[in-house]
């Protein structure tokens, strides 16, 4: 077999790990290597269909999810950058197409991550960075109504920031994480992801502590960027289980959206208006409800029902899924159990792997009132992940009951071992690295 047939027979995974390798960090934010390749590549950042760019601490990808889901109903094609993915790095690259888009192929992906390979020529990259480029290069080749993308880490310095004159930026929730990287108050994280708003583009943002307010607010004005706020130009509630949004032009009524929780209708939301704020876009009513009921999200408070490692659980329990990791993901998380618990009452146990950088005690506080059984395992083939041990001491801290164990199959297998008059509540939580092995495990990766 000649070199060049070898190399694009070799699996995507040795080739995502020799890019990985281009860079000593995975993580080292700044835009001067990004912006060298993309000029090296034809500035494809230039050639993309109008772009919806979206920050924020959580619910990014499930306001990317419900605006993908919405957009689709009013039959546009819309292509998706999201990170990271769970099981298969073809998850953050989807191709819009007319009826709905689809994850990019091997071959595809392969072809445009070795263009963006050759045209780096070696230079130090991180592999985030190589990743947003091959993006930014496969929606340039396809047509497409609108491109949805979603910031990896902060914004101002983050690879996606480099579209110039995008559509619409929008703002989740800003909370405390990834302070090593973004500053340790909320004020100066704030600041990093108020730093996509491009001047005279509209902004889009969901309700926001006053501290982030404060600055998101100045950052527009300075930006003469028209300014939605949650709470001020666009309102949503819950009535009586439905989505209630209200703004200048009107009010929807809405059904729940199919994601589980209370903070999702807020996502909901922020897709919404994000939409209605922007009139290039023929969206209709029918194609909200379309988009709001349809709309899917991995790893967010997500039922397992069926699966290899659910087999392994006590027989009629519930089994939930999700990458939650901080403080306030631990809060929405906690709350929509708080929902499911006035439903049908059940003993909760959480199943916990986090990372080493991650504030276990402020994440299981959220907890502490509603179980006492913490089950502590590792995050497989993850050298930064945080020891079960240490995640025990975190949860003893709280006054949980805590015990470790060395995966989550075994953590399932002893529950199953024990007699409970109704069968338990089970949350898999505190990484989107164990979200992604569990589904892998489960035989349920996103499609």
Not at 68 to 83: F, G, K, Q
Not at 190 to 203: F, S
Not at 218 to 234: D, F, K, T, V
Not at 415 to 440: F, H, N
Request: net charge negative.
């Amino acid at each position: 077999m000649n070199p060049q047939a070898a190399k694009r027979d070799q699996p995507l995974g040795e080739l995502i790990a020799r890019l990985s390798a281009l860079h000593p960090n995975r993580i080292d934010l700044g835009l001067e290597r990004m912006q060298l390749l993309l000029q090296r590549l034809g500035r494809p950042e230039r050639k993309l269909p109008p772009v919806i760019h979206v920050a924020g601490t959580n619910g990014k990808g499930s306001t990317i999810a419900y605006l993908r889901a919405i957009l689709e109903a009013a039959t546009l094609r819309v292509h998706a950058y999201t990170s990271p993915s769970l099981v298969r790095i073809n998850e953050c690259f989807r191709l819009g197409a007319a009826g709905g888009g689809t994850l990019v192929g091997d071959e595809e992906l392969r072809a445009v991550l070795e263009r963006c390979e050759q045209a780096n020529a070696g230079a130090p990259i991180t592999i985030f960075e190589i990743e947003t480029a091959a993006a930014l290069c496969l929606f340039a080749q396809h047509p497409a109504d609108v491109v949805l993308l979603e910031v990896g880490l902060g914004g101002r310095l983050d690879a996606t920031n480099v579209i110039e004159s995008p559509l619409a930026t929008v703002i989740a929730p800003v909370s405390m994480d990834h302070t090593e990287f973004l500053g340790d108050t909320l004020t100066m994280i704030a600041g990093e992801k108020a730093a996509i708003i491009k001047r005279h583009v509209p902004v889009i943002c969901a309700e926001q502590s006053p501290d982030a307010a404060t600055i998101i607010e100045a950052q527009a004005r300075r930006m003469h960027a028209p300014l939605y706020s949650a709470g001020q130009e666009w309102h949503v509630s819950v009535e009586r289980g439905r989505l209630v949004y209200q703004d200048e032009r009107g009010l929807m009524d809405l059904a729940a959206p199919k994601l589980f929780g209370r903070h999702q209708f807020d996502n909901a939301g922020l897709a919404i208006a994000t939409l209605r704020a922007l009139d290039t876009l023929n969206v209709d009513s029918a194609a909200f409800e379309a988009g709001i009921v349809s709309a899917e999200w991995p790893a967010r408070m997500q039922r397992l029902a069926s699966g290899a490692l659910v087999d392994e659980a006590p027989a009629g329990s519930e089994v939930w899924l999700d990458g939650g990791h901080n403080a306030e993901g631990g809060r929405v998380v906690a709350a929509a159990l708080g929902d499911l618990e006035e439903r049908v009452s059940r003993p909760l146990v959480v199943v916990a792997g986090m990372m080493a950088s991650k504030d276990a005690k402020a994440f299981l506080a959220n907890f502490a009132g509603l179980t006492r059984h913490i089950i502590a395992v590792p995050i497989e083939g993850r050298d930064t992940a945080m020891s079960p041990d240490r995640l025990a001491d975190a949860a003893r801290a709280l006054g949980m009951r805590v015990e470790t164990l060395g995966s989550v199959e075994a953590a399932l297998r002893s529950l199953a071992r024990l007699a409970y008059e109704v069968p338990p509540r089970i949350l898999i939580t505190g990484s989107l690295y164990l979200a992604g092995q569990v589904l892998d495990q489960n035989g349920t990766p996103p499609g």
